[in-house]
């Protein structure tokens, strides 16, 4: 028997024994719907039918359907397989991959990185990125909104949500044209109150796959500057959107041109194939060393009530790659790979119409 | 906002007068970090010009200027100290990870043969599902309840892979913040010291129960048994199923019959973090006694699992949370919920660390070599308390009784020094723990039980 007392649910009966005990504690737990894109797949894999085809998850796969591991990652693997990894080396490897993560997104020899105002914790990939972000944005800004485009990646506004940051959509699809909404966006952007956090795609927009193009990103850039606006990026296909790593990072280098303080989550899910291993860096631009310090301090409280630390072999795999140029000249070809097998797919680079369901859809 | 305006000069030298000028206009120093929210366009430089040559000469001030610096975590911080001593003598036992005699970390064969497994067979790298590798989930389960456990049969276990205890902890958190608003988590005091720090980010308020008795250096049970009496009804009790971290102090059998009983009473829910199992009593089955005690009486529970310390996976961050229901359906439920908490946090967990345990506990022969291993361990930690406890107790001629450290179960133990004691034992002796007392025996070998025996003596009786 429930009772809804002072503001949460007990149960008025005293103990019960086991056997006659009719209702539990989880009486009241309704059944979670289905992820909009996780839940195709668990659909896909419940589905006997040997036609079936599985065009949810944005997880690339071969001309045979099969998921793919790329060389450099076999290499990788192959590698650190050979040593002895301990948890004593965890944190020297982390804060490797934050630098190397950074020097992708920002720039090899950007003057930002060089003055070590970028601070960076790894991340469990795109959303703990994004998490890591939500939270320290509620943490200090409380209060303060999130501006979404409409539409975006469905696991964003469950990101924001769970973070306690209220969310506000700015217009950015235009289905009649298939295309940017550009001057509904600039609109958008201008209304907004000064100051507010906005979140961009920097390359290969989810789920349209369409993006501004480079004077389009320097019009946004020169009003945020106006409006004092907060870019944030998340980057999840750097490399595989155009098959060049710096030209994929061209909005976040346009902002930091702009001397923007930026925010990025980048995810090392996509471009090199390392879906289950939860590979992502947070980073964000402050003014100088000591707040990005400070920063870099309340993110890892952050991480610490969450998971501590994460996990180490993704991160072991893509320091290996990144530090080694022999592998990290073999993933720069791969990533090509991917992205014109994608491109050779389709005709167009995104399929996004009244034809399918919202919770279907390709990403390119 | 000093520091904005040496930004700006840096940022772009030739423009930095009329930035200045801009500066001088807008900004409101000594503002910054009180108001900041409400002054947010006052603070940061408003260039109206249209021209993009004086748009680039402008930085703007940071978003994150009132950001403070967090303080250092009280375990994590005392590696940090270790590493930087210079000391030969020096002695880390701060953080609970295994070491073997020659102190040096130790990845155990078990998992040497299951990740060459693993290489071989070359799996890919796919997203798993948001509650993990379903071979993982099933064995976790199963160790912990025992495969023919009822609750298991009757798929009453809502199990989801998490990221080692304190990930598995978080969700659990969550979900008792989201279903249980306002419901309260009753901790032990002390306990691990990053349980307040999950439940205060998951925003559950939490409240402590006595456990700790320094006077006997030993468990304050009636203490325990009225706090969580006194406790609103419907609570959730946080328990250590075996191996209590910080104090190493375990409740015996006949006192578990008996917290389960208050619990009941008072139609609490049971919570355990169970980080040790095997590693307390060198039985994965003997350390799992407390939580099948209450499965047994048809309780629900909660159970946090790690595998930090029992594989050794402390990097790869694997464990489980498990919600033992009343019914199927009700786990189904949950596990659902589970589910779309974790979604937002990071999707879906890492795969490594639990296609090991999967590789291990599923593999007869590895999982008996398993067994070995982890007595092997728990035999070395019992082997030093044994001489650490001979030396203390030959070299303090006080006939204070040192026998709590016989008692202690784990890799933990209470040595009851205060603050200022244990600041004796890092800046005389080089000894590194944590401020509450609390030494790790993982980090102990037995040449060095000597030389603790006299840092803690000399501590104990000539530091107050």
């Avoid at chain 2, 250092?72 to 073997?100: C, M, Q």
């Avoid at chain 2, 190493?248 to 049971?270: M, S």
Wanted: proline fraction near 5%; charged fraction near 20%; glycine fraction near 6%.
């Amino acid at each position: 028997m429930w009772r809804f007392m002072g503001g949460r649910f007990s149960r008025s009966t005293r103990c019960m024994s086991s056997s006659s005990r009719a209702f539990g504690w989880w009486e009241h737990v309704s059944p979670a719907p289905k992820d909009p894109i996780t839940g195709v797949t668990e659909a896909f894999l419940a589905d006997t039918n040997p036609n079936k085809i599985n065009l949810g998850v944005g997880a690339y796969r071969d001309d045979e359907g099969k998921p793919v591991v790329l060389q450099c990652v076999r290499n990788a693997e192959a590698k650190i397989a050979a040593c002895e990894f301990l948890e004593s080396n965890a944190a020297a490897v982390g804060s490797k991959l934050v630098e190397e993560s950074v020097k992708l997104a920002y720039g090899t020899h950007a003057h930002v990185v060089k003055e070590r105002r970028v601070t960076g914790l790894q991340a469990l990939s795109g959303t703990g990125a994004c998490r890591l972000f939500a939270e320290l944005q509620r943490r200090f800004y409380p209060g303060s909104p999130i501006y979404l485009p409409n539409p975006t990646w469905s696991n964003h506004h469950n990101i924001w949500r769970d973070a306690q940051v209220p969310e506000r959509g700015f217009r950015y699809y235009n289905p009649i044209t298939k295309g940017l909404d550009f001057a509904a966006l600039m609109d958008d952007v201008k209304n907004a109150p000064d100051g507010s956090f906005f979140l961009f795609h920097p390359c290969a927009h989810n789920p349209t796959g369409v993006d501004p193009t480079e004077e389009q990103w320097r019009e946004i850039s020169y009003q945020f500057k106006v409006k004092n606006h907060f870019p944030f990026f998340d980057m999840a296909y750097q490399g595989v959107a155009s098959g060049d790593l710096d030209m994929d990072a061209q909005a976040i280098r346009i902002f930091l041109e702009d001397g923007h303080l930026i925010g990025c989550a980048q995810s090392f899910t996509k471009n090199m194939g390392l879906y289950e291993h939860r590979v992502g860096c947070l980073s964000v631009l402050c003014a100088d060393v000591k707040q990005a310090v400070a920063v870099k301090s309340q993110l890892q409280q952050i991480a610490r009530s969450m998971y501590s630390n994460p996990p180490v072999h993704g991160i072991l795999l893509v320091s290996t790659i990144l530090n080694d140029p022999q592998t990290k000249a073999l993933w720069v070809k791969e990533v090509k790979v991917i992205m014109f097998t994608l491109i050779s797919f389709l005709h167009v680079p995104f399929l996004f119409s009244s034809f399918w369901s919202r919770e279907i859809l390709i990403f390119l | 906002m000093a520091s904005a305006m040496l930004s700006l000069a840096s940022a772009c030298p030739s423009a930095s007068l009329s930035a200045h000028e801009n500066l001088k206009v807008k900004l409101k120093p000594g503002s910054a970090s009180l108001s900041f929210n409400k002054e947010k366009s006052n603070l940061f430089i408003n260039t109206k010009s249209s021209g993009r040559i004086s748009m680039v000469a402008v930085v703007n001030a940071s978003r994150f200027e009132g950001v403070t610096m967090a303080p250092p975590d009280p375990i994590l911080g005392v590696s940090e100290a270790f590493k930087a001593d210079t000391h030969e003598s020096k002695l880390n036992l701060g953080v609970g990870a295994y070491r073997t005699e020659e102190l040096q970390p130790y990845v155990l064969n078990v998992v040497k043969k299951a990740e060459n497994l693993m290489v071989e067979r070359g799996e890919n790298k796919e997203y798993l599902p948001i509650e993990g590798l379903a071979a993982f989930n099933k064995v976790t389960a199963e160790l912990l309840f025992g495969a023919d456990n009822p609750v298991i049969k009757q798929q009453r276990v809502a199990t989801v892979q998490g990221l080692s205890g304190t990930g598995s902890l978080r969700l659990a958190a969550a979900l008792i913040e989201r279903y249980f608003p306002g419901a309260k988590v009753l901790i032990s005091s002390p306990t691990w010291g990053n349980h307040k720090n999950i439940f205060n980010d998951a925003r559950v308020p939490w409240s402590e129960y006595r456990y700790y008795d320094p006077k006997t250096v030993g468990l304050d049970f009636e203490g325990m048994l009225a706090d969580i009496k006194a406790a609103p009804e419907g609570s959730f009790v946080l328990l250590h199923g075996c191996a209590h971290n910080p104090t190493g102090i375990d409740p015996t059998p006949e006192q578990w019959e008996k917290i389960a009983d208050v619990i009941q009473e008072k139609n609490h829910i049971a919570f355990f973090d169970v980080a040790y199992q095997g590693f307390a009593s060198g039985s994965l089955d003997g350390d799992a006694a407390s939580v099948r005690l209450f499965a047994a009486r048809g309780m629900e529970i909660l159970v946090a699992q790690s595998y930090s310390k029992n594989l050794g996976l402390y990097a790869e961050r694997i464990g489980a949370i498990n919600v033992v229901c009343s019914s199927a359906d009700a786990a189904a439920r949950v596990k659902s919920q589970l589910k779309r908490l974790a979604r937002p946090m990071y999707s879906n967990p890492p795969i490594h660390g639990a296609r090991i345990v999967a590789n291990v506990v599923g593999d007869p022969s590895l999982f008996n070599e398993w067994k070995a291993e982890m007595e092997m361990m728990a035999g070395r930690i019992k082997n030093v308390r044994q001489k650490l406890y001979d030396y203390l107790s030959a070299k303090d001629k006080s006939g204070k009784d040192w026998s709590f450290i016989l008692k202690q179960i784990g890799m933990f133990s209470f040595t009851g020094l205060n603050k200022t004691q244990t600041e004796n034992m890092t800046n005389k002796w080089r000894v590194y723990m944590t401020k509450d007392g609390r030494i790790s025996l993982a980090g102990l070998s037995l040449a060095k039980c000597e030389y603790l025996a006299d840092a803690i003596v000399d501590s104990f009786h000539n530091v107050s």
